[in-house]
């Protein structure tokens, strides 16, 4: 699914990416980590093809997104942040994405998930922090790609909300869709994730399972793996 070769990135003097390799098969959820500055979002945003690299490549279904667009449309993606038009409606953002996505959505189940109903007539500026995060959540999932990726998806979500969003990525993950994920809240890592993938200083650290990684580091608990590795790095 995705193929990433010696990949570069620089902003001014800072070097964010050094020479990223990876593979991410068709299938299953794998979890991006890393502490504040480790290159995350840099590595999500040139897959999006919103940053371009220095050096390096990047193919989804072999194919280089040098150059293109077009792969773009076989991917969702929940940006950690989602600016709204204040003005609009839920329902009218809603209609735009779809008019712009030039695709149907499923849209209906989603809103039944994460309560939307009564929301739906509301101006976005009105709404909580919670249930712009919902909003956001329905625009990612509605038009079944194969290929999504979810930055921060658990901000802001009542324990409902969550579980909701655990129940529909098992549901993308048994349809056989390649799942990207960045969180900082590792109890729900450990719950979804198949693999995970942990960047330090702009290069991968690990690469596996958090049975691997805990074997890795001689840790018990996930968590504390983490935090291990953090350690080992910054004493």
Known sequence: MISIENLHKSFSKNQVL???????ENGGVFAVLGPNGSGKTTLIKCLLGMVIPDHGTIYIDDRSIKNAWRYRQEIDYLPQIANFPNNLKVKELIRMIVDLRERKGELQPLVEAFNLQPFLDKKLVNL?????QKVNLVLALMFDSPLIILDEPTAGLDPIALLHLKKLIQREKQKGKTILITSHIMSFVEEVADEIVFLLDGVIYFKGTIAALREKTDERDFEHAIASILKETYV
């Open 128 to 132: 909580s922090g919670g249930t712009k």
């Open 18 to 24: 050094r020479g990223i390799d990876l593979q991410i």
